[in-house]
């Protein structure tokens, strides 16, 4: 068999089902969306919670895991907080909605993620000695893009109060 044959029947089940979902919330947010506010908390707190679970996992010292994960974390705040379309929000004070425009940074970041925590973990598999540098390089990226998704959050409540009302989306 070849060695990516081995890989994918070696992949849990689950792995599949979360690369589903982060396909699926990528691709609805490809288009303009009028939500509730507090549906933005969605994937912060998924991405949140998925890094602080996997640094239970991690053969590293307690600092060196919350050092890493909280320098990741702090990066992607950055750029999260510089990449939040602010400009282009609207919100619909009278129904309690916010109109955010279409996408691909969610989808691409998503998919990024998932492909390089997975190829960490192949590569940890394949070379347990390597175990250390993909678990630190793990807590970055998982540090990462929580921070981006919580920095969009972040700019996004802070801009709030002063975005635009929306034009009604019916006549």
Excluded: C
Excluded at 42 to 71: N, S
Excluded at 143 to 148: K, M, V
């Amino acid at each position: 068999m070849s060695t990516v044959t081995q890989i994918l029947l070696h992949t849990p089940p689950w792995v599949f089902g979360l690369f589903a979902a982060l396909l699926w919330l990528g691709l609805r947010r490809l288009s303009p969306s009028d939500m509730k506010p507090a549906r933005l908390l969605i994937v912060p707190a998924v991405f949140l919670a998925w890094g602080v679970a996997g640094m239970a996992t991690k053969p590293l010292p307690a600092e060196t895991i919350l050092l890493g994960w909280l320098a990741g974390l702090a990066a992607g705040l950055a750029v999260g907080m510089l990449n939040a379309p602010v400009a282009a929000l609207r919100v619909d004070r009278a129904a309690g909605r916010i109109r955010v425009p279409g996408s691909a940074a969610p989808l691409l970041i998503g998919m990024g993620v998932f492909f390089t925590k997975y190829a960490l973990a192949v590569a940890t598999a394949m070379r347990p000695d390597w175990r250390e540098f993909t678990a630190l390089a793990e807590l970055a990226v998982s540090g990462g893009s929580a921070g981006y998704f919580v920095g969009f959050l972040l700019r996004t409540a802070l801009a709030y109060p002063g975005l635009p009302d929306a034009a009604p989306s019916h006549p």
